[in-house]
């Protein structure tokens, strides 16, 4: 009985020491760990690499050490010359995030023979490779959150949403600088997509694409960086539950026409309009109350209407690299504000109202037009806010 006793003692024991070895880090954790990016200087202590980056090295083969790195979460191999998965990689049954783009893969040979097989892999960035399709074995990963086909101009469009849509956790794509002819109708089969980045092909015809994205219920972010577009179709609008809508770098934008298309979406939290030539912010940007977060960065913006008095739940404003000459005092009635950007802006002053922004707690300041006493002023209206006095630059 004694002895029964003690190799049961010992099994606890063993399992306690296994599942501590196996323990997966939090991303706070993650954060306050060394990144590794010799690979000789990451084998000698293999028990304590939980990050490891070999991009940019001019590596031709995965080296088969890979297997040692028990605990490893993060592994990045881009931009190198790989082609192939070792076996080896099989081990790191930790592994949530692997980076394997702007490589020489025409195919990736993952081996889910296992179901402790990436197990754990949550984000996949496979872009700018030479592939031409997708591996059905990806439709067995059972926690794959997010992959990107950024670049992977050669890919079968048709063919890749056959095994991402039976991926049951899939809800991330990134379908970005694909020179896409329209949004594949095949996207809408991947069961709870919340977030799509369709940046960087201009040529897609969006007339089609928009009401393709208008029957994908649970889309709630969509990325349009980077893509010419002037004006948007009534079909947004039809995309009710979206909740960020970025379209940076669109430089030609008809900003009052976007407005207006986008008005019926009502959950919209967060807008980015940065890069696209506006010379003005319409007064119609206050018909989104919900709204937390706008960008509105390097522009030609002269001024902001007295309508973001109605934005009063918006957090984040960061208006930097335009024309403002002045802040209007209204600004007080943005009380959720707590970081505001007005860096490279010829501002001499800021209205002393901005002192009753009790939830400011970063601002940004141009530093080359604010004369000493009014940088004084500034300090003042906010004595618990971090101030930063920025130079001015020419970007």
Not at 5 to 15: A, E, G, P, R
Not at 361 to 368: D, L, V
Request: hydrophobic residues 40%.
């Amino acid at each position: 009985m004694k002895h029964l006793f003690l190799l049961f003692t010992v099994f606890i024991f063993s399992t306690a020491i296994i599942s501590a070895q196996s323990r997966l880090l939090s991303e706070e954790e993650l954060a306050e760990e060394t990144v590794y990016t010799n690979l000789e200087k990451a084998l000698k202590k293999p028990a304590e690499v939980y990050i490891l980056d070999l991009s940019g090295q001019g590596l031709d083969r995965i080296p088969r050490d890979i297997g040692r790195f028990r605990k490893l979460q993060i592994l990045k191999l881009s931009n190198n010359n790989f082609g192939e998965l070792p076996r080896e990689m099989t081990r790191l049954r930790n592994l949530q995030v692997l980076y394997l783009d702007s490589n020489n893969f025409n195919t990736i040979n993952f081996d889910m023979s296992n179901p402790m097989y990436y197990g754990n892999l949550e984000r996949l960035y496979i872009g700018s490779n030479p592939l031409r399709e997708i591996p059905e074995e990806l439709s067995k990963m059972q926690e794959l959150i997010f992959i990107s086909l950024s670049g992977d101009l050669s890919l079968d469009m048709n063919q890749a949403f056959v095994p991402l849509s039976a991926i049951p956790t899939l809800q991330e794509v990134d379908l970005s600088y694909l020179k896409l002819d329209t949004v594949p109708m095949e996207v809408g089969n991947v069961q709870g997509l919340s977030y799509l980045d369709l940046s960087g092909n201009p040529s897609c015809a969006w007339d089609t694409s928009f009401r393709y994205l208008a029957q994908i219920s649970s889309l709630e972010s969509l990325i349009l960086k980077d893509n010419k577009l002037r004006s948007l179709t009534e079909d947004i609008a039809k995309i009710k539950r979206l909740t960020t809508l970025d379209l940076a770098n669109n430089d030609r934008l008809n900003i009052n026409q976007v407005l207006r298309a986008i008005k019926p979406l009502t959950k919209l939290e967060v807008l980015n309009f940065s890069y696209c030539g506006l010379k003005e912010l319409p007064g119609s940007i206050g018909n989104f109350p919900v709204l937390k977060e706008l960008y509105i960065s390097h522009n030609e913006i002269g001024s902001l209407p007295d309508e973001i008095q109605k934005l009063e739940e918006v957090e984040v404003l960061d208006a930097s690299y335009n024309e403002l000459y002045e802040i209007p005092s209204v600004i007080s009635y943005m009380q959720s504000l707590e970081r505001l950007l007005l860096s490279n802006n010829p501002l001499e002053y800021l209205p002393s109202d901005i002192s009753e922004l009790g939830e400011l707690t970063y601002i940004e300041i141009p530093k080359n037009t604010m004369d000493k006493t009014e940088r004084k002023n500034v300090k003042k209206y906010l004595p618990d806010a971090e101030i930063v006095f920025v130079e001015d630059d020419d970007n």
